[in-house]
Every structure is written in C-alpha cells, then in structure tokens.
C-alpha cells in the first residue's frame, strides 16, 4: 500500500515569514510529485509538481525533492493570510495519484 | 471554459437508503476520476475512466458502489445501501488526457458532500 505522510497541523507562521511544509512517501518507484492547495469548503488546485531531485521555484513557491530520502517539501516565502488553506502532497508513479491528508497552514495578519 | 461540473452539493441519507452523485468533466478532457474525501483525509481515488472504459477500480467498494460513464462524457457513481462510512465528499476531476496523471494536472469539481445518519 503506497503512503504519502503529512504533519496535519495546524502550521501557523506570522504574515512574511516562511511557510516549510513536508511530506514523506514509502512507494520508491514514485515518479511525480504534486503540491495541492484546498481551501476550507472548496476543492483541491495544483499549485506546484516536482519530477527531479532539486528545487523548482514559481513565484513565492519552491518545492524540493530529495528521491534518496523519499522526501518531498513545499516552502511558501512572504506568506500571506489568502495562503491559509490545506496543502495536500501527492505521488504517483504510473499509478493514479496518491494523496496525503493534508497540513493545515495559518498565515497570522 | 466552464469547470468540472458535479451535482447535488449536499445530500443527507439514513444508512441503508442509496444516493447518486453526477458529474460533467471540462469538454475535451478524456480521463474522469472519482475521489471519495473523508473530513481531515486527503482524496481517495474510487475509480478512474478513459473516455467510458475503467482504468483503475481497485479501491472501490464494489458490493455498495458502482460507476458508470456510458457515453465517454458525463459519470454517475452510485452508493446502494449507504453506511455511516460513507459520509464524506465525492470530488469528481478530469484530465485532458491519460498521461495528464502523471502531471498531475487534474481540474476537480466543488464535490458533493454525502451525510449518512
């Protein structure tokens, strides 16, 4: 059974600062690695994916991937109150998406 | 471009009764899934089309859920006889295209939310 683990949260971080939001998976053969924002009420959107190890950066959003450590982790700079929401992590590796339960992120005004 | 469209919103069931969910994917898009969400869960995939042919059902529940997509475009899922389990919210999302999941780039519906009393 492929897992993906989150911190559920609440993670609050004053307005500014940065938001490190992590997550591990247990499947090796994962390939794709994808950053959902859900806020409360409403669906989940894509936000960031992530195939090589590294960082990829778009806008205030940067994810890492370390595939040795089977790690994977979001950071949100000058964090805004309008990023409060649940960040869920999800995989995949030929196999449809598998998603973590979500952190729950508090950007405090 | 109109979104993945699903309805009823809400829906309240006394167990053992059933209830059936629709969903509409964006026009184009091939793949269809089927997501059952469960308050402080992240999605589980149900059930995943290409075009009205299954691609993935291993997690759904098959003696109480069933899944049809008959001409390739809209989707029914159906839950008969509903548990207390059960309540959650059923987000329905497509893709443009099979490989989109390994891209990720599924575009989900508001969801319909499911209490069972």
């Known amino acids: 059974q492929k897992e993906v683990e989150q911190n559920s949260g609440p993670l609050s971080v004053p307005e500014g600062a940065i938001a490190s939001l992590n997550c591990t998976y247990s499947?090796?053969?994962?390939?794709?690695f994808f950053w959902y924002r859900q806020y409360s009420g409403k669906s989940p959107e894509l936000i960031m994916f992530?195939?090589?190890?590294g960082d990829k950066e778009d806008g205030r959003f940067t994810a890492q991937l370390n595939k040795a450590s089977q790690y994977v982790s979001l950071l949100i700079r000058d964090s805004q109150p309008s990023d409060s929401a649940t960040y869920l992590c999800a995989v995949n590796g030929n196999t449809p998406l598998v998603f973590g339960k979500g952190t729950r992120l508090s950007v405090i005004a | 471009e109109a979104g993945v469209a699903q309805s009823p919103r809400y829906k309240i069931i006394e167990k053992r009764q059933s209830v059936a969910f629709w969903c509409n994917p964006i026009s184009g898009h091939a793949t269809l899934y089927w997501y059952q969400q469960i308050l402080g869960q992240g999605p589980k995939l149900l059930i995943q089309f290409q075009n009205n042919g299954v691609v993935d059902d291993s997690q759904l529940p098959k003696d109480r859920f069933s899944a049809e997509r008959l001409k390739g475009v809209d989707s029914t899922l159906k839950i008969q006889p509903a548990k207390l389990e059960d309540s959650a919210v059923y987000l329905c999302?497509?893709?443009?295209?099979?490989?989109?999941?390994?891209?990720?780039?599924?575009?989900f519906g508001e969801g319909s939310r499911l209490t069972v009393l």
């Open positions: 992530i195939y090589s190890n």
């Open positions: 499947d090796r053969g994962s390939q794709s």
């Open positions: 999302a497509s893709s443009h295209r099979l490989a989109d999941t390994n891209t990720g780039e599924l575009f």
